[in-house]
């Protein structure tokens, strides 16, 4: 027998020298260019008391007593090939345990990690990644038999590894878990549909996370001039003040999920605002009707109430009116002031704003006595008449002139002693006695006028302009 240059090589399956206790390992003796000849083979193995005369050599459920050095060669016809290199085989007596590292502990809004798995010392394992949405609930198989000893996850949860290799497969022990936390995004938002805040609303605060649905979660706030924060979703505010005014942010933590602090949300609280009231304009006539506006400036969200009362009646609220905008047709003083909320907040009272009705009637300022001339010393009167029906109904009178009263009076004359001090217009308007707000338009001007003349008698020209002079 002769031996050839022919070196076969010990092929391990797993391709390991470090097996675990109770693995399955074929050992195989591969001869390069000997394919298509019969050969049969010699082994040298310590364990080996009647070695096998095939190419492999199979260990089932492998012990320590199997480790050691294996090598081969093949023999055919009448010569031998050389032997085997020597592989050392080492059989662990301890089933191994994967190790999992994750590249970061939480995911990022809209990222992912990298969860690497491995089995320190040895080589041929495919893994298996497992997933528990939280420590009670039961894992779920993400990864089967994978290769790739990485995978990158977006979920938040409790992860752990196996590694198995060989047929039947082994399986090492689990890893120990990893907790990963998924971050998400927390937003603070104003519960109302307007922006601006006075002192004395009642506000809530509302904490809202994006794709927190379904989650159970805690809470945490950071807002000025507080030392106990609350711990839910929603930060309500009874009666807030202008020191209320800053800066608030939120963060969440639930299972496996979490939030940073939110982007601060600016509260700024302004002193109690009082509505403005307008008018188209605050004389109409009989029969029509003017436009009341009352708005609040630079804010929104408001309904109103409205409220007119007389110099005779009290304050009362306008019935079923609630718009920024009312049509009147009735004299009086009218005032507003907006509400809104829940509990509902009122506005301070607005400025009042009168509104007159203008009756048709004509008034003329008449005279008496009706003398061509009338001479300084004497006593007139000036009468205020309404016409065109006015006779039947109740009167009351305003003057303007110098010796006219400044009231409104039941006398529709003035009597007085005529004197230079007499001089200027006179004028009067007409009004219901029951109804303060109801009034004629003035009447047209009749004017006492003196002349330059030093004389101490006057003469007046009883027409529409009556002349004092004093020469």
């Not at 010990?10 to 019969?38: K, M, Y």
Request: hydrophobic content about 30%.
């Amino acid at each position: 027998m002769r031996t050839v240059p022919i070196k076969p090589t010990v092929i391990l399956q797993p391709n390991s020298v470090l097996i675990h206790w109770s693995e399955t390992v074929t050992v195989r003796c591969e001869i390069q260019g000997g394919e298509g000849a019969q050969w049969t083979y010699e082994w040298r193995a310590a364990k080996l008391n009647t070695p096998p005369t095939s190419n492999e050599y199979r260990i089932i459920r492998a012990t320590e007593s199997d480790s050691g050095g294996y090598s081969c060669r093949g023999r055919r016809d009448y010569f031998f090939s050389e032997w085997s290199d020597i592989i050392t085989l080492t059989v662990s007596s301890s089933k191994p345990r994967a190790t999992l590292t994750a590249h970061s502990s939480i995911i990022p809004a809209g990222g992912s990690v990298t969860l690497s798995c491995s089995v320190e010392g040895s080589a041929g394992w495919k893994f298996d990644w497992f997933r528990r949405d939280s420590q009670f609930s039961g894992a779920q198989k993400i990864g089967a038999g994978t290769s790739e000893h990485t995978i990158s996850i977006s979920e938040g949860g409790i992860y752990y590894c196996r590694g198995g290799r060989g047929d039947p497969v082994f399986s090492t022990e689990d890893s120990a878990p990893v907790t990963i936390q998924k971050q998400v995004l927390a937003a603070v938002k104003l519960q109302h549909s307007w922006s601006q805040i006075f002192t004395g609303e009642t506000i809530t605060l509302r904490c809202e996370i994006q794709g927190g649905e379904g989650k159970v979660w805690k809470y945490e706030w950071t807002a000025p001039n507080t030392n106990s924060p609350p711990t839910s979703s929603e930060y309500r505010i009874s009666r807030v003040s202008v020191s209320h005014s800053g800066d608030y942010r939120c963060r969440g933590s639930s299972d496996y999920l979490l939030t940073g602090w939110s982007d601060a949300f600016r509260l700024t609280v302004s002193y109690k605002p009082r509505p403005t009231l307008t008018a188209g304009t605050t004389i109409i006539p009989v029969g029509g009707s003017v436009t009341l506006t009352c708005s609040v400036q630079s804010s929104d969200g408001w309904k109103y109430e409205w409220f007119r009362r007389t110099q005779t009646t009290s304050e009362g609220q306008i019935r079923d009116q609630h718009n920024r905008d009312i049509r009147v047709s009735q004299g009086g003083i009218y005032s507003c002031r907006g509400t809104r909320g829940n509990p509902v907040y009122y506005t301070d009272i607005s400025d009042d704003v009168t509104i007159e009705i203008t009756f048709s009637n004509k008034v003329v300022v008449k005279q008496q006595p009706n003398w061509p001339q009338i001479f300084r010393g004497e006593t007139i009167t000036l009468t205020c008449e309404v016409q065109e029906g006015g006779e039947t109904t109740e009167w009351e009178y305003e003057w303007r002139g110098p010796r006219t009263p400044t009231q409104w009076t039941h006398n529709n004359d003035v009597t007085f002693r005529v004197s230079e001090s007499s001089s200027g217009d006179y004028m009067c308007k007409s009004r219901r006695r029951d109804d303060s707000y109801s009034s004629t338009e003035w009447s047209e001007a009749f004017t006492l006028s003196g002349s330059s003349k030093s004389c101490l008698l006057c003469d007046l020209h009883l027409t529409n302009v009556i002349m004092v002079s004093t020469g």
